[in-house]
Each structure stands twice: as C-alpha cells, then as structure tokens.
C-alpha cells in the first residue's frame, strides 16, 4: 500500500525551521541584502517610486518590482528590517503552492505528483540555503512557474493561457529584467517538441500566442520603463534600455564565467536528488517519450539551461527557476514507483554528506582566511558525520517517504551550518553600529566618506538621508586635508586593532573596519600620523 507523500503542515514546520535559524543567524550582510534594503530605503524616503536611488545616484541595475514589494510591507507595518526580510520566505511558499498547481495541470489523472511535488522542490538543499536571504531570485521564481502555468493552460486549449504568462512575463522583466524571457520562451517556443499533436487552432495560432504573450510583457515592461528613463537622464535611461542587458549577455561587467561553468554547479542545486543512483535507474525507466508533461518539463529544463550557459554572466541563483521543473520531474518518477520499495541505500549521498562533516571538522583547525573561521567549533562537522550514518542505518524506504525525508535532511544540513559557521561569522559583517555612528555624524553636519566600493552597507541602518562620499583609491589624505574635521571610513587587512584615534573600530569580514576624523590622516612634518 502506498505510504502518504508528506502534508503541508509538516512541509510548514520544515519551512519554519530554515526560516527562523537563517533568519536568526545572521544581519543583513553585503552586498545585495544590504544594497537592496538601501535602494528600498532611498526609494521611500525620497518618495520616488518611479525610478529606483542608491548612494543618491539612479540605480539601474534591478527594475523596481522587488522593491516596490518591500514597500508593500513597510505600508503595511512601517519601516522595519523584518518584513523585507520576510519577502523571499512568503514568496517561496507561493512558489510551492503554485509548482504543486503546475503538477496537477500537467497531469490532472494523478493526485500523487501534485502532493509530492512540493517537498521534492523544497528538498533542494541549495533553495533551503538561498530562501531565508533578501534576494530577488525567488521572486523570478514564482513569475516563472506562473508564466509556465499560462503556457500549459493554452496547450490544454485555453487561449486565457497567453494573458497569464504574457503578465507574469512582464512582471518578470520588471522584478530582473529581460533575462526573464530566457527562463519562459524556450518551452513555448519548442512546443512542438512536447505537444502531442497540433494544438487547438493550429500552429500558426498558438505562434500568434507565443506573440501576444510578449507583447503584453513588453506593454507591463514598458510602463515603467518609458517615464522611469525619461526621468532618470540620459545615463539611466541608456542603461535601463540596454546597457544592463547587453552587458550581461554579451560581455559580463560581473560574473563572467565560460560556457561550461553551470555544469559541476549542477550537483549542487539538484542535491540531494541527483545523489541517489537508484533515483537516476527510475528516471531512465520511467522516460518513455510518451508522457507530455515529462516531455514539457525535460524542455524547459535543457533549453533553458543551455541558453543561460551562453550569457556570459553567471551565478548559480541563476538557475533557481529551473528547479521547479526539475522537481517535477522527479515527483512524477517517485509518483510512478508506488508498490517498488527502493532496495538500495543512500550510499552516494551518505559519503557526500560524511566528506562534508569531514571538512568542517577540520576546516576550522587549517584556515586561515578570516580570523573567525578559527572560531568555528568542529563539533558542527559531527553533526554531518551523525547525518551521514543515519542515512546509512536506515533501511530502505518506499519512494513516497524520499520526499519528506530529504527535505528533512537538506534543513538538517544547512541548520547545521548556518548555527555552527554563519552566527559565529555574523558579527564579522554586522554594520548596525557603525551605520548609527555614520548617521549621527551627518545629522550633525559632518561628512562622511569611505575609502571602498560603496554598496549601501550604511544607508538602510542608518536610515541616512544624505549619500555618503565614496573615495577612489589613494584620494584618502587629499580628501582629509580638505576635511579634517569630517570622518573617513577605512577598511582593510592590515588595519590593527588598536588604531590610533580611531572613532570606530570592528571586526569586518577578513580584516577590520575603522572610522576616523580625518585629521588623522594628515602628514605631520612629512610623514602619515599613523601607520601604513
């Protein structure tokens, strides 16, 4: 008899975990989560909306969806760090709700896919370790299993379908751009490769679809970005309207990497299903070529896959919206198993999982990187070695229980870390203090300047009205003879920990961060005050 797949509530808790141990482990850290929150930030107090700030210059980098989400919140319960940082959270559990939906599209005679289909997604031990962080990613995520469910409802004859993706489509350019349309042309654009037969109306009329769908996401895309570039000048506006996606696509400004590099990257967002062979045995079994929505996902999964390893930039968040048809995949191969127990045991990912506890038994005893790693207690790495041969104790389960199972794990995993390495590494990047100091100092009337790349580490904390004065390297004694009186935030490996006059000073990231008056840095007869 079939066991029951996992039930909500306990897929709830899972997710209650990871959220209140990430969540609860660290600040907000550089660079995004920071610089995010600071654009909201600008954007709010400015009271533009329209075109997205940061350090007093238009940010052209992001669209402003995701911000505009932020904003909800802060309508809603006030300006506060804790419902930002809710964000991708909620919309990861919209994104569950909505690829179990996908499932129950695609295969409306089964009742199984759609209940596995979710603790299969959330087993993903790199979506458990991404989602509890600001980031947009998991936004794009929700947009693009919407715009899939468009897609599939035009296949089944509805033509409401292309009002649907054409929206979240437009909604996706809005919250990261063009790149959006990468993540759901492919598969409606290869229809004929997992269609069985012509659709309703023929090819020409589902090609005059695929077309109005764009068209729609181009009008939403453009709402915006017509007034946003008129009135965020030239630059902005060349940037909004090309230079961002140009740039990513043809010659990365960041993340550059060849077009082989998302492969190895794979095991690590398929972890921990693409670590059980009995798994891959299954999946070959149950590909016979004949059902459509296997055939759909396994489009959609290659093709986009291969398109984004042409952009020249890459991150592996990248491939965050590949993971919903992945895990449909895989909740339709464990759906076709009921009766087979699975007689083999997890003797790959058991050994992945010891190598792991290895490393962080050791890893703090060897690096030397940042002085916090020293602080790391091995002990978290027993955690893992425990995981490992559990797994191995365990006798094999029914393919229905892997689900709940692995998203057990895949929590269990990054709990372990988040406790045992990221709350001993959270005061290494923790900027609370030092952005209260920051915005004392400019409601006093002095200026502020850093001697780094400045991302908005200082902006939302400080809640600072003003932008902050960023230094290009070697500029530091010039500007602190025209403002001795005024502070310079340094930061850097070899700063000590005893300053001389330091006004402020912490650990930061793998060195330190000061803050002095800039009288400090004036020569005296000749020669710095303090040492180099």
């Known amino acids: 008899m079939m066991q029951r797949p996992v039930t909500w509530p306990v897929l709830l808790l899972l997710w209650l975990l990871a959220l209140l141990v990430g969540i609860g482990?660290?600040?907000?850290?550089?660079?995004?989560?920071?610089?995010?929150?600071?654009?909201?930030?600008?954007m709010w107090q400015r009271g533009e909306f329209l075109v997205p700030y940061l350090n007093g210059e238009p940010y052209s980098h992001k669209p402003p969806l995701f911000f505009w989400l932020i904003h909800a919140g802060w309508w809603l319960l006030g300006v506060n760090e804790w419902s930002a940082r809710l964000l991708a959270p909620l919309l990861t559990l919209l994104s569950l709700y909505a690829t179990a939906r996908l499932a129950a599209r695609l295969w409306p005679?089964?009742?199984?896919?759609?209940?596995?289909?979710?603790?299969?997604?959330?087993?993903?031990?790199f979506l458990v370790a991404f989602f509890t962080w600001l980031q947009i990613d998991m936004l794009l995520v929700l947009l693009t299993v919407l715009?899939?469910?468009?897609?599939?409802?035009?296949?089944?004859?509805?033509?409401?379908?292309?009002?649907?993706?054409?929206?979240?489509?437009?909604?996706?350019?809005?919250?990261?751009?063009?790149?959006?349309?990468l993540h759901v042309l492919p598969p409606a654009l290869l229809a004929p490769a997992w269609l069985s037969g012509m659709p309703a109306g023929g090819w020409r009329r589902w090609y005059a679809g695929v077309l109005a769908a764009v068209a729609l996401a181009a009008v939403i895309a453009l709402a915006w970005a017509l007034p946003a570039a008129a009135a965020g000048g030239a630059d902005y506006s060349r940037a909004i309207l090309w230079?961002?996606?140009?740039?990513?696509?043809?010659?990365?400004?960041?993340?550059?990497?060849?077009?082989?590099?998302?492969?190895?990257?794979?095991?690590?967002?398929?972890?921990?299903?693409?670590?059980?062979?009995?798994?891959?045995?299954?999946?070959?079994?149950?590909?016979?070529?004949?059902?459509?929505?296997?055939?759909f996902c396994m489009t959609w999964l290659v093709t986009v896959l291969v398109l984004l390893s042409l952009v020249s930039g890459k991150q592996i968040?990248?491939?965050?919206?590949?993971?919903p048809a992945f895990a449909l995949l895989i909740a339709r191969v464990l759906a076709g198993m009921e009766g087979q127990p699975v007689r083999q045991r997890p003797w790959l990912l058991a050994v992945i999982l010891a190598l792991l506890g290895v490393v962080g038994v050791l890893a703090p005893l060897r690096l030397e990187q940042a002085a916090w790693l020293n602080e790391v207690h091995p002990v978290w790495g027993l955690g893992l070695l425990a995981g490992a041969v559990i797994l191995l104790l365990l006798r094999p389960q029914m393919p229905q229980q892997y689900p709940q199972r692995m998203a057990l794990l895949s929590v269990m995993a990054v709990c372990i870390g988040e406790l045992g390495v990221l709350r001993v590494g959270a005061p290494?990047?923790?900027?609370?203090?030092?952005?209260?100091?920051?915005?004392?100092?400019?409601?006093?009337?002095?200026?502020?300047?850093?001697?780094?790349?400045?991302?908005?580490?200082?902006?939302?904390?400080?809640?600072?009205?003003?932008?902050?004065?960023?230094?290009?390297?070697?500029?530091?004694?010039?500007?602190?003879?025209?403002?001795?009186?005024d502070y310079l935030v340094l930061?850097?490996?070899?700063?000590?920990?005893?300053?001389?006059r330091a006004i402020y000073n912490q650990p930061w990231r793998s060195g330190r961060m000061v803050i002095v008056r800039g009288d400090v840095l004036i020569p005296y007869n000749g020669a710095p005050r303090v040492p180099e």
């Open 25 to 42: 482990t660290r600040p907000l850290v550089p660079l995004d989560e920071l610089r995010y929150t600071a654009v909201a930030w600008e």
């Open 317 to 323: 968040k990248y491939l965050l919206p590949l993971l």
């Open 243 to 295: 230079g961002q996606t140009a740039g990513r696509v043809v010659g990365s400004f960041a993340h550059a990497h060849p077009v082989w590099w998302y492969l190895p990257w794979l095991l690590v967002l398929f972890a921990p299903w693409i670590l059980l062979p009995w798994l891959w045995s299954a999946a070959r079994a149950a590909w016979s070529g004949q059902d459509r929505g296997m055939r």
């Open 109 to 125: 005679d089964d009742a199984v896919t759609p209940r596995l289909t979710p603790p299969v997604l959330f087993a993903s031990v």
């Open 147 to 181: 715009a899939m469910h468009g897609v599939v409802q035009a296949a089944q004859g509805s033509p409401r379908g292309w009002l649907l993706a054409g929206t979240a489509l437009g909604l996706g350019i809005l919250a990261k751009g063009p790149i959006s349309l």
């Open 491 to 500: 930061t850097g490996r070899d700063l000590p920990a005893d300053y001389p």
């Open 428 to 485: 290494f990047y923790d900027v609370q203090a030092a952005s209260r100091l920051v915005a004392r100092a400019q409601a006093d009337g002095q200026v502020v300047a850093v001697a780094f790349r400045y991302h908005g580490e200082f902006t939302f904390h400080g809640r600072l009205r003003q932008p902050v004065e960023q230094l290009k390297p070697g500029e530091e004694q010039a500007w602190a003879v025209r403002h001795p009186e």
